[in-house]
Nanobody, 121 residues
Framework: VQLQASGGGLVQAGGSLRVSCAVS????????LGWFRQGPKKEREFVAS????????YYADSAKGRFTISRDVAKKTVWLQMNSLTPEDTAIYYC???????????????WGQGTQVTVSS
């Protein structure tokens, strides 16, 4: 199984960025795909998730109203559109997958390598 995250970069506060996760290696039917992030000197935290088959989404409070998670089953890709970014959003963003939605637990089954997002003030 591979989860290949990409699209990170440097953006000014108030700006937008979209990160992508290309998935491969198995059928993800029955799986939930998620994004976690880990900022400097911070614990890894849940950001958003989407069930692969149904498209049902779930967001952390910090992401609600600013971030949108989506997926394309045919393209085997999950995106995280991030708007109104602040320096507090600076982190490495990781793509993850599991059969259970556990926002409070970072011990998901599959992890990608992460992509760096830096928001300048």
């Amino acid at each position: 199984v591979q989860l290949q995250a990409s699209g990170g970069g440097l953006v000014q506060a108030g700006g937008s960025l979209r990160v992508s996760c290309a998935v491969s290696g198995r059928s993800f039917s029955g799986y939930v795909l998620g994004w976690f992030r880990q900022g400097p000197k911070k614990e890894r935290e849940f950001v958003a998730s989407i069930w692969w088959s149904s498209g049902v989404t779930y967001y952390a409070d910090s992401a609600k109203g600013r971030f949108t998670i989506s997926r394309d089953v045919a393209k085997k890709t999950v995106w995280l559109q991030m708007n109104s970014l602040t320096p507090e959003d600076t982190a490495i963003y990781y793509c993850t997958a599991d059969t259970r939605l556990r926002p409070g637990d970072s011990n998901w089954q599959y992890w990608g390598q992460g992509t760096q997002v830096t928001v300048s003030s």
